[in-house]
């Protein structure tokens, strides 16, 4: 799929591909969003397969178009998620215990926050 988008983008690819900015795609991240959303409302096994493949492909759109600006790359946008899922899941990556799901979650949260107030 990378090696498509990567066509795509390229001197021989498509030219509305080719046109395509972060800001400019933005928009379809939420439309493609919906539209799994509306999948799993209809329980519409194909569909759904459908438009996750739709928001994948404008994710990874998203993150081409910011490797060519030299701004982040595949991998680290993988590794960035990989460290901040186990980060927030020390309950089974690491030592802590949660009984519920609802603990979980909570634990989740408390993770997030303490993130924002680091990053900020």
């Known amino acids: ?18 046109k395509q900015t972060l800001e400019s795609l933005a928009p379809n991240i939420l439309e493609e969003a919906e539209e799994v959303s509306q999948a799993v409302k209809n329980k519409s096994k194909d569909n ?7 928001l994948l492909m404008v994710i990874l759109m998203q993150i081409e178009i910011a490797r060519e600006k030299g701004l982040f790359n595949y991998s680290d946008v993988l590794t960035g998620a990989v460290k901040k899922f186990i980060r927030r899941h020390p309950h089974v990556f690491g030592d802590i215990k949660v009984n519920t799901p609802e603990e979980a979650l909570a634990l989740w949260k408390k993770m997030k926050r303490a993130e924002k107030e680091i990053n900020n």
Do not use: S
């Not at 799929?1 to 591909?17: A, F, T, Y």
């Open 48 to 54: 759904l397969c459908e438009e996750l493949g739709d």
């Open 1 to 18: 799929m990378i090696d498509i988008i990567v066509k795509l983008r390229g001197p021989e690819g498509c030219l509305w591909d080719r």
